[in-house]
Every structure is written in C-alpha cells, then in structure tokens.
C-alpha cells in the first residue's frame, strides 16, 4: 500500500510537471537550510503545556546565490496532539533588507490516524523603513505546510506546498513530494509561478535540523 501510494504521487507530480513545462522552459535550482529550535521553561497543567520557544533558520538559493536569516521566538501551546507557536521574528538578507515577523505555526501529530500529521505556517513580513528613504514597503506573506505520513519511527513521506505572495500580487506558489529521514528533509517543489513567467522552476531543498 505505501509503495502504490509514493509511486501515485510521483506520477501524478510528473504529470503536473510535464503538462505545466509544456508553454514555458523549466530551470532548476538547489537549496539549503540549516533550523535550530527548543524549547525554555515549562508550564504543565494536565495534558496542556506551554513554554517559550526559540528557532533559528539559515536559508542559501544555490541558484541565485543569495542567503537569508530567520530568527522567531514566543509562547509555545501544546495540548495533546495540537501544538500552536504564536512567534515574532526577524528577517535579514546580506543587502541589508530587513522585516520583523509575525507568524503563527499549527501542528496536529495525529490526522485521521496515528500515522498522518499536518503542519501550517504564516508569517506576515512588516518591512523596515528603506536606508534613508523613510518609506515602507508593502506586506508581504509566506504560507508553508506539510501533510506526511510516518512510514515508520525515522521515515516520514507527503506533500510540501509554499506560497510567498502580497495583497496586490499573486507571487510565488510551489508544490512537489517530501520526505525526511531523522534530522534532515528533501523537498522536490514545483514552482509554477516564478518571478520570470516564462520560466518555471523546479526546487531541491534540503533541510537539516540541528
């Protein structure tokens, strides 16, 4: 049943690729990121818990060659199988862009059956003002989220979605198949609204977790 189902997804993925390739050429890139998170204190009463949570991300686009820095931090929910990360946070780019963060992470451990979990990322990006302009620039959004089965205790396979995007452009949607293996996890996402539209991108990600 597992081996049908990944085989399913891949076809279905290249079918969605091939037909999407078919009015536009296809570029590639690779990405890395390296994530570091945990937990501070602890508040238990019965099955809730509630600590404050720090998390570090350090992102490189092998295609463009340009790197980013995240860092989040606020309370962390978890009651049961639900955890909620109400977090504010702080975005840098080597040219000296920088955006303070709102973004509010959902997580369900268990979706239907034990084996399913489903996880939801938004972040709002609130621009500072421009060096000397005094201007702003407009709101922007990141949507991230996973749905992965457990396979086994170390294994995990689904499907990725993100969407980078502003109130006034649609921006830029990928999908594709991931899988994690312990700390690290790979992604293959589509991207078929790029920044050129006559180019659609196909992404590698890696991602290690400290």
């Given at each position: 049943m597992r081996n049908t189902a990944l085989a399913?997804?891949?076809v279905l993925f290249l079918c969605f690729s091939t037909s999407s390739a078919s009015a536009k050429d296809v570029t590639t890139t690779g990405q890395v990121m390296l994530a570091a998170g945990g937990g501070v204190g602890n508040?238990?009463?019965?099955?809730?818990?509630?600590?404050?949570y720090l998390h570090g991300t350090g992102f490189f686009d092998m295609g463009s060659g340009t790197?980013?820095?995240?860092?989040?931090f606020g309370p962390r929910f978890k009651i049961e199988n639900t955890t909620v990360h109400l977090l504010t946070g702080l975005f840098l780019t080597p040219d000296g862009g920088t955006?303070?963060?709102?973004?509010?992470w959902f997580e369900q451990s268990k979706?239907?059956?034990?084996?399913?979990?489903w996880?939801?990322?938004?972040?709002?990006?609130?621009?500072?003002?421009t060096s000397g302009s005094g201007e702003h620039q407009e709101l922007q959004y990141y949507l991230y989220s996973t749905l992965m089965h457990s396979a086994t205790e170390n294994f995990k396979w689904g499907l990725v979605t993100e969407h980078f995007f502003s109130a006034e452009e649609w921006g830029e949607a990928a999908v594709g198949p991931g899988f994690s293996v312990n700390d690290l996890m790979f992604w293959v996402g589509y991207d078929f609204t790029?920044?050129?539209k006559k180019q659609d991108?196909?992404?590698?990600r890696v991602c290690y977790n400290l």
């Open positions: 399913l997804s891949a508040f238990t009463a019965g099955q809730s818990q509630v600590d404050i790197g980013m820095l995240f860092g989040y955006s303070v963060l709102g973004s509010v979706v239907f059956t034990d084996q399913l979990g996880f939801l990322e938004f972040d709002t990006y609130f621009p500072m003002p790029p920044a050129d991108m196909i992404i590698f």
